[in-house]
């Protein structure tokens, strides 16, 4: 009898201390033990080896947007399987699970909000939605987004995060690209200012259109932003490809991209990049240190002459 009751308790142990590992992250690039406030409190960059983990729209906007000043406009249009689109499962069962998932109708979400007091519209990729896929409901929420910028005038920050067009809208996914880009161009025709930050990924048919025809193209550190992968591009050059091809430092060294940004520094640099494009005064970020604000001078000029020619798209 007390050999039983010794084993019983025994067994009891595991299950008392099962949300211990919950306080604790494993960063898939320094392999350290993060403990997730120390994450949170980094904007999810790892505190050891600066990794940028990545983010759900959701959690995008609270990382940039000032606390409550998110107003959501998407969420009204709801994708359709218009080509009855079977794979290994149907595509009405695919979208069923990443909705449940991620809470949101399709991988967009947009709204207005302010950036240190700067009042502007953003629309926010979710790679946690079916890869950041871009179909029909993407477009539609870009579009809508650009469009009522341009009707408000306020200027579109994008934060793209997607593996490319949705095959299962084969395509209706690509006409996006199109339509986006339309869309963007009325924001340029009344001067207002459109700045996309690409996260990891950004690749495919949204780093062929939208992503990156903006005024400003920010990054961040790390990311892989391309159309092809490296294995395809790799095979049918046969050619070795240089190390950190298609990484963010590596398109800013190439003229791709206009600047690296480290997502603790984003909403500063944003803001700066955002005041003296729409000419507001005062255009002093808060937390800029010395070296973005060289960037950002850097960038200035850059920035007046998109807006002597009317912008680049
Ligand atoms: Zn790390």
Redesign the pocket.
């Known amino acids: 009898m007390a050999l039983d009751k010794f084993f019983r308790r025994r067994r009891a142990q595991p299950t008392e201390g099962s949300d211990i590992p919950d306080l604790w992250s494993k ?1 898939p ?2 392999k ?1 033990n993060i403990y997730n406030k120390d994450l949170e409190a980094e904007l999810y960059v ?1 505190p ?2 600066a ?1 940028h983990h990545r983010l759900s729209a959701r959690r995008r906007v609270e990382v940039l947007l000032d606390q409550g000043t998110f107003m959501q406009q998407s969420g009204h249009v709801r994708p359709v399987d218009v080509l009855n689109f079977v794979d290994t499962e149907t595509y009405p069962a695919r979208l069923l699970r990443a909705q449940r998932k991620t809470g949101q109708p399709d991988a967009i979400l947009t709204g207005t909000g302010e950036l240190l007091g700067l009042k502007l519209t953003v629309a926010v990729m979710d790679f946690e939605f079916s890869g950041g896929s871009m179909g029909s409901v993407v477009g539609e929420e870009i579009s809508r987004a650009a469009e009522g910028a341009a009707q408000a005038g306020l200027p579109l920050l994008l934060v793209a995060a997607s593996g490319g067009a949705r095959m299962q809208e084969s395509a209706l996914s690509l006409m996006q690209m199109a339509k986006t880009t339309v869309a963007l161009e009325r924001l340029s025709k009344a001067g207002l200012p459109y700045i996309s930050l690409l996260t990891d990924p950004t690749t495919g048919g949204v780093t062929a259109s939208f992503a990156t025809i903006a005024d400003v193209i920010v990054a961040e550190p790390g990311a892989l932003i391309g159309f092809a992968g490296p294995r395809v591009i790799q095979q049918t050059i046969r050619q070795s490809l240089p190390e950190g091809f298609q990484r963010s430092e590596f398109l800013l060294e190439h003229g791709m991209v206009d600047l690296v940004t480290d997502r603790r520094e984003q909403r500063a640099v944003l803001h700066s990049v955002l005041s003296i494009l729409t000419r507001q005064p005062g255009a002093k970020p808060e937390q800029a240190d010395p070296v973005q604000a060289d960037l950002v001078q850097a960038d200035t000029s850059h920035a007046s002459e998109l807006q002597a020619s009317g912008g680049e798209q």
Do not use: I
């Open positions: 960063c690039a320094c350290e790892c050891k080896c990794f």
